[in-house]
């Protein structure tokens, strides 16, 4: 079996861009759209950059860590990289898409592979209605902020915000909220991915909202609506004996 035709990709930091000359170098180099396997030199956040990227041609994502942050990285080894692949385990993730409009009337949308989240502008805390498959299932909550994440965005600011850890095959999105005042106690819920999740802005001109998909920020917002795309499927690769499962695991027992 011929090797596979290898991409590499790298963070805009010179330990990134020296470990891709070097591999380059070993393996070859071909363009994203020709090769069968991007690699991903980096830290978590150019993963998120390599996999927005890789929507256009769902080419899977093997990542190795040259960054500060690298749960969704491989270790970062030169040798045997063509063997690691071959026996990588896949995991395939579906991002979030938000449409939003703005208090002018404006809309904007995008798409986030690991949260949708709702954020205050100013001073005063945000007030908003949750509205869940056209149901409203909380007429006000008043926060900081509040969330949708995916099952592969809930080791990250999800689990900063105290909501939970999801198995990617759960089939679940985790809805967190950010510092909630009132009700004090809510702690979020956990919704079907077919969910449709509609957040309405109340009292928007004393209390504006950003909302925000991973790159993408829209500012003073008075509507949001955020589904799953279960057509786009993007494919990362972890090596056997770490694959995303276990790093699941090992993240809700970590100290």
Request: glycine share 6%.
């Amino acid at each position: 079996m011929a090797a596979p035709r290898l991409a590499f990709a790298a963070a805009d930091r010179p330990e990134a861009e020296a470990a891709r000359r070097r591999l380059a170098d070993l393996y070859g180099d071909t363009s994203a759209d020709q090769a069968d396997v991007v690699v991903a030199l980096g830290g978590d956040g150019f993963m998120l950059e390599t996999l927005h990227k890789a929507l256009e041609n769902q080419k899977p994502i093997f990542g190795m860590n040259r960054g500060s942050v690298g749960f969704l990285m491989n270790d970062y080894e030169e040798a045997g990289l063509v063997e690691r692949i071959a026996k990588a385990a896949a995991t395939v993730i579906h991002p979030l898409a938000m449409h939003a409009v703005t208090v002018s009337g404006d809309a904007r949308s995008g798409l986030a592979i690991n949260e949708v989240s709702l954020l205050r502008q100013t001073r005063q805390s945000a007030k908003l209605a949750i509205s869940v498959d056209d149901r409203v299932r909380l007429d006000e909550l008043i926060c900081d902020g509040v969330m949708v994440a995916t099952p592969a965005g809930s080791t990250a600011y999800n689990l900063s915000a105290h909501g939970p850890v999801i198995p990617l095959g759960a089939g679940i999105l985790a809805l967190t909220p950010i510092s909630a005042f009132r009700p004090r106690r809510w702690r979020g819920a956990l919704l079907p991915h077919t969910a449709s999740v509609t957040f309405d802005i109340l009292e928007s001109d004393k209390r504006p909202v950003s909302a925000v998909a991973d790159d993408l920020e829209v500012r003073n917002v008075a509507r949001v609506e955020i589904a799953e795309r279960r057509d786009l499927a993007l494919t990362m690769l972890f090596d056997a004996h770490r694959s995303y499962e276990e790093r699941v695991l090992a993240e809700q027992f970590a100290s």
